[in-house]
């Protein structure tokens, strides 16, 4: 028997109700080290990857999201009770470090979908005259597009930044990790300020109408819970 | 709706869509790992989406579910 491990929390005493998991295991609250840990009961090896797999972690996550600040864990997180325990009484100041700067505050998250506007790449195509070749002209065409993404992300990355900076207490963000994820950014916002970050984020939305946003939150700071460690993660195929 | 409701938003995707996309991106990439081990199984196609591509995959593929779906 394993433990599916869902979040770590603090000044929870007990759940406010009847909690279901991943199986539609009920949820319980083991208190270690002070530390309050979302678990429930899991008898397979593996977890699988499906919507209402995924649903059910963050609908437990959620779940205490009106009362505190949880600090979730990945997906997938099963193990033995006794490697819980070490974990948090190994880890327990880092832990408490982490949860100290996320207390009180949500994730909101910005992703960005944007491709180089035809106007620019007409620009780029006109200046290729006068290349030898085809092969060379392709190559030009293919090298200044990406130059001109990965400059067009960092100036829209600082802009963003700029906009919300005063109402935010941390910021993780990513440049162009695939082809049409332009940016993604998530946002650690104190909950006094919400109200404020939707009206500064909906003005940032009428700023650019030649970007593509998508807004989400508030979420449990997955994004901010990051202490780092070694580990591994297995794919099996069910 | 509270300011604490949570929201979706954008011009494109139908909130249900956006809803399953986002919360993939957050429970499969992020969140706190303990050494150790995670172990998962893949039985559903299309929600691979496993890695930094999460969001852009699933769009994508949401995307061509959505082309698809027949006009009612």
């Known amino acids: 028997m394993k433990l599916y491990v869902y979040c770590l929390v603090e000044d929870v005493e007990a759940l406010s109700g009847p909690v279901g998991g991943i199986s539609g295991a009920p949820v319980r609250l083991e208190k270690i080290e002070d530390l309050g840990i979302l678990v429930s009961d899991f008898n397979d090896d593996s977890v699988p990857v499906t919507h209402e797999n995924a649903m059910d972690h963050a609908a437990v996550v959620r779940s205490v999201l009106d009362r505190t600040t949880p600090l979730p864990f990945r997906f997938g997180t099963l193990v033995t009770e006794q490697q819980l325990r070490s974990y948090i009484t190994a880890r327990k100041p880092a832990l408490e470090s982490n949860l100290s700067m996320v207390r009180g505050c949500v994730e909101m998250s910005v992703k960005i979908i944007w491709e180089v506007s035809k106007e620019k790449e007409e620009e780029v195509q006109e200046s290729d005259h006068g290349l030898g070749t085809t092969f060379l002209a392709e190559k030009r065409r293919e090298i200044m597009g990406s130059e001109l993404k990965a400059a067009q992300a960092k100036e829209i990355s600082t802009w963003l930044h700029k906009s919300v900076s005063g109402l935010t207490r941390g910021e993780k963000v990513s440049l162009q990790s695939s082809e049409k994820l332009f940016l993604s950014a998530a946002h650690l916002v104190p909950r006094a300020n919400l109200k404020q970050y939707r009206e500064q984020t909906a003005q940032v939305r009428e700023e650019r109408p030649d970007l593509h946003f998508l807004f989400s939150g508030p979420w449990p700071p997955y994004s901010f819970a990051n202490i780092e460690l070694e580990f591994k993660t297995q794919f099996g195929v069910s | ?72």
């Open chain 2, 1 to 72: 709706m509270s300011d604490f409701d949570q929201i979706l938003v954008s011009e494109e995707w139908e909130e249900t869509d956006l809803s399953l996309l986002e919360t993939l991106d957050h429970v499969l990439n992020r969140g706190l790992v303990i050494a150790g081990e995670i172990t998962i199984s893949v039985a559903d196609i299309d929600l691979i989406f496993l890695g930094v591509n999460v969001l852009v995959s699933s769009v994508e593929t949401a995307h061509e579910v959505l082309r698809k779906r027949p006009t009612e």
